[in-house]
């Protein structure tokens, strides 16, 4: 089996990106927040845990509007840069937005069958297996239901999730789901307060109420993004052709839940899957964390909550650096190392 990673990335603080992306603000209701763009300096943190932790990978699709540091090594033979415009339809182009992005990572080409996602912000923290990430030709995730609620009408993430859910109620069945794939729905991977609550939730019958989410690395199959466009393209396109972020948009999330709904995973334990932290949260617990074998992934999430972003981004730089002081093949430093 060959699975391929497939990362986002954009330099925020690219002038052209800049110009191009300020033609297209004069929707003041869109999202752009500076907090989606700015850069921690972590990414080749991220190549290096990837040669360290993963080197079975098969290849690595580097998703960019058009730039890359000046430090990555674009000859690797395992590295594929992506243009916005290599994949996007020319229609929905420029966009801003992740949706967009993520929603037709299927027409990357050469993209494996299978495949994992990354944001920027997650890592892989430890040695990990195909395995861990597909296990007998199914991505492994887990089925947890949850509430969806709202914090207002300016609460554009709860609005996605809602949209996300309806447009996975418009093609499945909860109660149905359930009756197909028991086992996958309650099982002994999950914590029992999981199974109990997916089993309570069989009232609603009809719609799926919300999935448990985690903000880490996601398996997909590359045919689970081409049967969902084939259901729902119309809706699907229009998403696609948003520049900014909008409360009626959807995320990746959105094929994650068609995997689940449509049983097309096996099931782990949600804990299994890693850790995520918040900057705004205290930052000293992160040399814990990251010497912790048993914590495959990390994210370290950034947000538009009021935090001092240099000093959290130091602490995180300093950190990073002794766990991973080595270059890797993927950074043109070690060939200039190695030439010397």
Not at 137 to 143: E, I, K, Q, R, T
Not at 200 to 229: C, I, M, T
Not at 277 to 288: H, K
Not at 327 to 339: D, F, G, H, P, Q
């Amino acid at each position: 089996m060959k699975i391929d990673f497939v990362i986002t990335w954009v330099d925020g603080n690219d002038p052209l990106w800049q110009k191009e992306r300020m033609q297209y603000r004069a929707d003041k209701t869109t999202d752009v927040s500076a907090a989606r763009y700015r850069d921690m300096e972590t990414l080749k943190y991220w190549f290096r845990a990837v040669e360290k932790y993963a080197p079975w990978v098969n290849k690595i699709h580097f998703v960019t509007w058009g730039h890359f540091p000046d430090w990555l090594n674009t000859e690797h033979p395992k590295l594929h840069i992506v243009n916005h415009k290599g994949y996007i339809p020319e229609a929905c182009l420029p966009t801003f937005s992740s949706h967009p992005i993520e929603l037709n990572m299927h027409r990357i080409p050469n993209l494996s069958e299978y495949f994992v996602y990354f944001n920027d912000d997650v890592f892989l923290n430890a040695p990990v297996t195909p395995e861990f990430f597909f296990y007998k030709g199914l991505p492994c995730d887990f089925a947890n239901i949850d509430n969806l609620y709202s914090e207002g009408p300016d609460d554009t993430y709860s609005h996605i999730l809602f949209n996300e859910s309806q447009m996975i109620s418009k093609h499945y069945s909860y109660i149905q789901s359930f009756c197909k794939h028991p086992l996958k729905y309650v099982n002994i991977a999950y914590e029992w307060k999981a199974n109990l609550k997916n089993f309570l939730k069989l009232e609603n019958r009809r719609y799926f109420p919300g999935f448990e989410d985690h903000h880490l690395a996601s398996s997909f199959l590359k045919q689970s993004f081409v049967d969902l466009w084939e259901k729902d393209h119309e809706a699907l396109e229009q998403i696609s052709k948003t520049k900014f972020r909008s409360p009626y948009g959807a995320s990746q999330r959105l094929i994650r839940y068609a995997q689940l709904a449509s049983g097309s995973f096996y099931p782990v334990s949600k804990t299994s899957r890693g850790k995520v932290l918040q900057l705004w949260q205290d930052l000293t617990g992160l040399e814990g964390i990251m010497a912790d074998e048993n914590c495959k992934m990390l994210c370290l999430n950034d947000t538009s909550r009021n935090i001092d972003f240099e000093q959290c981004k130091a602490i995180i730089l300093a950190e990073f650096e002794k766990k991973l002081p080595e270059y890797s093949k993927y950074e043109k430093a070690l060939n200039t190392e190695e030439s010397k």
